[in-house]
Structure formats: C-alpha cells, structure tokens
C-alpha cells in the first residue's frame, strides 16, 4: 500500500474511524488543538459532541458504550482537562466499561518542567486505568492506537488513556494505513476453558437440590444473554442479578427473582444462604451483595463463572472457578446439565415475593400516604414505557428503587455507576446512552443531590439537541445518607438538608421544556407529557421526605438478616 | 481450599515487557493494599526486551496469590509466580567498606575474608571494599563484625532468585518471542498444582 502524508492529529481520527467510534464526546483546550484542528476536517465522519465538563464527556463515553456494546471514546486536554477524566476513568474501571480517552499533553521536551497545564496524568491514571500510554512520536500513533482499542473491549473491558505530546500530534509521517490489533504477546484477554472444571460444575448442578444462579454484568458484556437463558431454562433454576446485570434477563421472566444484595430482594438475600449450590456468572461478590462474607452461602457449593481470574477466590472462595468466557462457558454447561423441574424450590422465592410485596413493595409502589413515593413514580414509568426505555439513574436512594422496581424487557437498559457509586453519573451517562441507542427512549432518574453535581450538562443538551427525559426524584435531602443518618446514628441529620434550584426554570434557561408535579393526581399525565414530548423534558417529581429504601441488609450483617422495614 | 492467613517470606518472580512505567503499575498494587515490598530486584532477563522483577514481601498466602493475580492481569506482564523460601535458591550481595588503616592495624584481613566468604573488590591507600553474597543472616554477620573497625558504607543488594521446581521459564519465553497466539499459553497445566510451582 503507498504511504502518504499524515499528522499524529489525523492519525488519530483515522484510527477512531476504523474502530467505528464514529462518536466521540470531548472539550478541546490548548494542548489538543491539533487534534481538533484535524477534526474540522473529519466532521462528515465522525460526529464530535462538546460537553461542558470533561467528566461530563467521560461519562457520557460511559453511556455511550453501555447502550451500544462499542467502545466510548473521550477527548480531553492536558492538566486539568485530564484531571476531570478520573472520576470517570475509576468508574469505568470498577464497572467493566470499554473506553479510549485521548488527552492532549505538553510538547515532549517540555515533559517534567512543570510547563502550563502539564500534569503527569499517565502515573494519575493508573489504578483508575486497564492500560495507559503516552505517545510522543506521531510514528507510534497508529499501532497503540489499535492497542487501545483492543485492550478496551477485548477480555474483561475496561478504559484505556493514551496522552499524546502536542508534537507528536503535530509531526508528519509516513502513514500506512492502519491494521487493528488482535493479539498481544503478554496478554491473555480469556484464559483457556478446562473441560474438567466444566465436568465438576455439571456434575455438582445436576446434584443440586437447591441450585441458585447469580449474575452480574459479565452476561451483558460478554454478549452472552442468549446463552445464559438458554442456560437457566434447560435445568429451571432460579436466578438473581446483581445492580450491573440487571436487565440481562427481562424482568419477567418467570426464574428471574429478583436483585441481590443490599436493597435487593427479600427471597435471593436469605435463599443464598439456604441454597446448596451457587452458580455465580460474570460478577465478582462486590461487599454490596455479599454482605458479611464469613456469613455468606457458607452451605453452598459454589460454582465460579468469570473471564477475569483474578477475581475466582478473590472474595468468595469457588469449589468450581470456571475461567472463560461466559458465552463459551455457558453452553457447555447447558450441554452437559440434565432437564429439571425445579418449581418447588421456585416456589419458595414465589412465597418470599409475597411476603416481601405485602410487608414492604406494596405500600412503595401503591402508598397509603398523601406524599408521593419514588416506588410509584417508577411504576408508572413501567406502565407508560412497558419496560421498553432504557433507564440511567445516578446514585442513591432513586437508584435502589429505579433499579428494585424498574421493569426491563431487553438488554443494555439498565445504565448505573455500580462500582464505585458515582453521583453526577447519570445526566451526562443518559446523553451518551442516547447517542448510542438513537431508536430507544432513555429516561434519567435522578436525586437533587446528584444532579446539581453535573448539571451544566443541560447545555450539552440545549446544543446537540439529543433528546433526554430527565426525571429529578426530589425528595430535598440527600436521601440515602440520611437515611443511615436515621437508622445508624440517632436521627443526627448532618449536612443532608440540601436546596435546590427551580428546575423547571433552569431546564427553561437551557430550553428545555419541563414541568413539576406535587400532587398525586398530576403525576400520571405529568410522566406521560415527559415521553410523549419530542425532545428533551425535565420532569421534577416532589417525593416524601423522609422515606427510606427498604428491604436492607444492614452494614456489617448476613444477607439472611435482610429487613423488611 | 487452603486458608493460610500465616504472614511468611514469599518470592515473587514476574516476567515483563521492558516498558516504561511498568514499574510502578506493579508497585501499586502492592501500596494499594499497604503491602510493604520487603525487597525489589528488577533486570533484563535471558531473553531480549524481556525483564524479571524478583520481589520478597511478608505475607499471608492468600494475600500474596491475589496479589499476583493482580500482578499477573496487568497488559505488559508476561508471567508471575510466587514461592515460599524453601521453594527457591536465592543470594543477596552486599558490600562493605571500611578504612584501610582500621582493618590492616587491628583485623586480621585474611580471616575476615576466609570466615566469611568474602572477597575484597577494591583495596584502596585509604580504604577497601568488600563483597559476600548470601542469604540475609549471613551478609548481616559480616556487617556486624566489621561494625567495630569502623565500617564506612554498607549496601545490600535485593534478592534475585531461582524456582528449584520450575522446569524453567526459558523456553516459554522463547515461545512469546515467536510471537504464538496467546490460546496456547501454558498457566493452565499447573492449574491442579496450586501449591506447586504456578499461581494459576
């Protein structure tokens, strides 16, 4: 192939287009001019999106990959426009998302002379990153950007920061087109499947009497949601998400029951303390579901599905740890299980479902009270989107019940910030889950505190005209802490009384149409306005103050200790 | 499955890419859990652009094999094991020096270096160098001895070390150089061998 011409700059928008990361959500600032300067150029190609904040384009690269399955790219530039990417990077690292963030840096020689906006952002990002690089020749541009690219979505995914020098960006080379990556000498993106460990989990599944599934976001990210049916239904086992598997299986199916952990429900918190065996698929026993680990499934047999090795005994020591990909482990466990009726034992969640509905659903999502509760606001959601939309919450109590109550027919609907609980995440996540799934309906819910963190995202919105349904579950606090405030620490509500602004009139300064419901009697139509409008609409909904996320496995407790109220 | 929460010496071996920074991606994994690195020797190892990092740390079972699972989940690690002290041969160097007037008047030089194993590497007017090699207990006799006769300066290498079981890593990594796929790495056939040789 003859070479022409290229800058580091071109290169770089080459390599995003060959990736397919048509997208791309950035801020340009003095030291990646040159990458924006060449992006002028590109705009036919690739459609750029100026956020106003860099962890509001991080995030949104963070939707973006949630809803499509692709990698999120981010552009930023040196110093703090670096800095701004950590926040994200850490979230996208302990949630398993797939990004290349691109930062521009200082001309190489001056790295290490405390130049304007230097910061050395490769030794800042690395425990928040799978891998990071900085460039300073244009030469190296083209192959560690395929590095990049493949190391982000390849194995257990994950972000990817390449700080590139101005220079570099600057320089021209001899480009020979560009060649994806696929291997790396020193790196394994799956172990190897060892038949005799897939022998071991069929046997101890088949010898079951009260087998329990759990999983978490390794189905959605191994693409494996097929598979995973396929393998819960050939042997009628029941099974349990964790907050990032959710809607990997559609809410209704009937062995699907229910989330585990903290605020999950009632039955799969005290059954997995009663099952006999626990067949754990792509999730890594977070302290969130696990509870107190010396109390946890101790009976059970425990069967360790994961692509990542490191985490196979990490928290919860496996009798089995299936290494591999779950969309190849999978089958072979459906292959060797035997058919099996287990509606007995699918009974005795059915009765747990009941007793959690009358005690605890019931009055969250139908209340007695005057106030409105953020149960019902959900419900409704579900009866005007029938579980088609895509749902992005940000953190706290509105995210426990978004994600208790929400109802989700296909995949990739369920966008949060598991891991590392990120408040500010869902404005900015909910433009990007947008972008990467125009077709579909994407509503944010979020709290007042989180969403006066990222707020100025709305001007995202007014410019790019995505259209985003934002829901502000109000309920004047800081809810989820306050909450604790209450149950832990006598009620001393410290610095969790937080104001807020008009939204309505905010949304309006942004033009963005919006409307705020305080009675009952508004909300249906009020939510049913917000989705038939066309384009963005804020929607605040005033919720009762003081009301708290129930069941709960209390700090420091078995799962079986779980509390209805 | 073993539960051994006893604190001991374990020997880390990994092999790496010869990448910049590599260094301190492996250093924090062990600061992020408030591990304190014992002992640190990084070197080019018997094949090109290809480096060994022997690390010594005081550690539970269980903490070390995560550890190294983290260690071993970093892009430019090619491998990582660990060893407990009866599984390895290892030496440490350590050099001495003192003043040339102290040992000549008041030490008998040629004990000294027939005790201990020892050689001079620099015999100066005003000083001379020593050198052992050994395990800690024995560098550290000869740092004590000299101790009274005016020892100058003291260094001590870290570990380097050498699996007894281990078949070797060399023709492994003369397989990386051939650049194989990756399917075909070899962890998996010591995976019944947990308390052997391979971590996993």
């Not at chain 1, 349904?469 to 410290?494: A, E, H």
Request: a negative charge; aromatic letters at 8%.
């Amino acid at each position: 192939m003859a070479t022409k011409k290229l800058t580091g700059s071109q290169a770089v928008l080459e390599a995003c287009i060959a990736e397919g990361a048509e997208t791309i959500f950035g801020y340009p600032g003095g030291a990646i001019m040159p990458i924006y300067d060449a992006l002028y150029d590109y705009n036919d190609q690739l459609t750029h999106i100026l956020v106003r904040h860099e962890q509001g384009g991080i995030h949104a690269g963070q939707g973006y990959a949630r809803t499509s399955g692709k990698v999120g790219v981010v552009f930023a530039t040196s110093g703090p426009g670096a800095t701004n990417l950590v926040t994200g990077l850490a979230d996208a690292m302990i949630d398993s998302t797939p990004l290349v963030c691109i930062t521009g840096q200082v001309f190489a020689h001056l790295l290490g002379t405390d130049a304007f906006q230097e910061t050395d952002i490769i030794n800042i990002t690395m425990p928040v990153t799978k891998w990071n690089y900085q460039v300073t020749d244009a030469t190296e541009i083209p192959g560690i950007l395929a590095k990049a690219f493949y190391l982000a979505r390849s194995g257990r995914p994950g972000p990817v920061l390449i700080d590139i020098t101005k220079n570099a960006q600057i320089q021209s080379f001899d480009y020979e087109g560009y060649t994806p990556c696929n291997h790396i000498r020193s790196y394994r993106p799956k172990p190897v499947i060892r038949k005799n460990f897939i022998d071991e989990a069929v046997e101890l599944i088949n010898n079951a009497q009260k087998p329990l599934v759990i999983f978490g976001q390794g189905v959605i990210l191994g693409k494996a949601e097929k598979e995973f049916k396929k393998f819960i239904e050939k042997s009628g086992m029941p099974a349990a998400w964790t907050i990032l598997g959710l809607s990997a299986l559609p809410t209704d199916h009937p062995q699907n029951v229910g989330m585990l952990g903290m605020h999950g429900n009632y039955g799969p918190n005290v059954l997995t303390n009663e099952c006999d065996v626990l067949i754990a698929v792509g999730m890594r026993f977070d302290d969130r579901v696990t509870g107190r680990l010396d109390k946890y499934a101790k009976q059970a047999k425990v069967i360790h599905l994961d692509i990542d090795p490191s985490e196979i005994d990490k928290n919860v020591k496996a009798h089995v740890g299936v290494w591999g990909d779950c969309k190849e482990t999978l089958p072979l466990l459906t292959l060797g299980i035997q058919q099996k009726d287990r509606s007995e034992w699918l009974k005795v969640f059915a009765d747990y479902t009941q007793k959690e509905y009358d005690q605890c659903i019931k009055e969250e999502i139908y209340p007695s009270t005057e106030e409105m509760t953020m149960g019902e606001v959900i419900r409704i959601v579900n009866e005007t989107t029938k579980g088609n939309a895509v749902v992005v919450t940000d953190v706290g109590q509105h995210q426990m019940v978004a994600c208790r109550y929400a109802k989700f027919n296909q995949t990739r609907s369920n966008v949060t910030s598991g891991g590392l609980g990120t408040m500010g995440f869902a404005l900015p996540a909910a433009i990007g889950a947008k972008f990467g799934a125009l077709d579909r309906t994407v509503i944010a819910v979020i709290g007042d505190g989180g969403i006066q963190m990222t707020i100025q995202e709305l001007g995202t919105i007014m410019q790019t005209g995505v259209d985003v349904k934002i829901m502000i579950l109000n309920n004047q606090f800081l809810g989820m802490v306050r909450q604790w405030q209450q149950l832990f620490n006598d009620k001393r509500y410290s610095f969790v009384d937080i104001q807020s602004p008009d939204y309505v009139m905010v949304a309006k300064a942004y033009g963005i149409e919006g409307s705020k419901v305080v009675h009952r009697k508004d909300l249906q139509t009020a939510i049913q306005t917000m989705l038939a409008h066309k384009g963005s609409y804020l929607l605040e909904v005033m919720v009762g103050k003081e009301n708290n996320v129930f069941p709960m496995v209390p700090q420091g407790c078995s799962v079986s200790e779980i509390r209805l109220k | 499955m073993e539960t051994n929460t006893e604190k001991q010496e374990y020997t880390i071996t990994v092999y790496t890419e010869n990448q910049v920074g590599l260094l301190n991606r492996i250093a924090i994994i062990f600061s992020r859990r408030k591990i304190n690195v014992e002992s640190l020797n990084t070197s080019p190892s018997e094949i090109a652009g290809i480096h060994r990092f022997t690390i010594v740390v005081m550690e539970s079972h269980d903490v070390v094999l995560k550890v190294v699972r983290q260690i071993e989940k970093q892009v430019e690690v090619l491998k990582a094991y660990f060893n407990t002290n009866d599984e390895i041969v290892w030496q440490e160097l350590a050099l001495y020096k003192v003043l040339s007037e102290e040992i000549t008047e008041k030490v008998k030089v040629e004990r000294l270096l027939r005790e201990y194993g020892a050689r001079a590497v620099a015999i100066r007017k005003d000083f001379i160098v020593f050198e052992t090699t050994g395990h800690r207990e024995e560098t550290n006799k000869l740092m004590k001895a000299l101790e009274p006769f005016g020892l100058v300066e003291f260094v001590r290498s870290a570990r380097v070390a050498i699996i007894k079981e281990s078949s070797g890593f060399h023709e492994k990594l003369k397989d990386f150089e051939k650049k194989q796929p990756s399917e075909e790495v070899i962890e998996n056939e010591y995976l019944g061998k947990r308390e052997a040789v391979f971590t996993m």
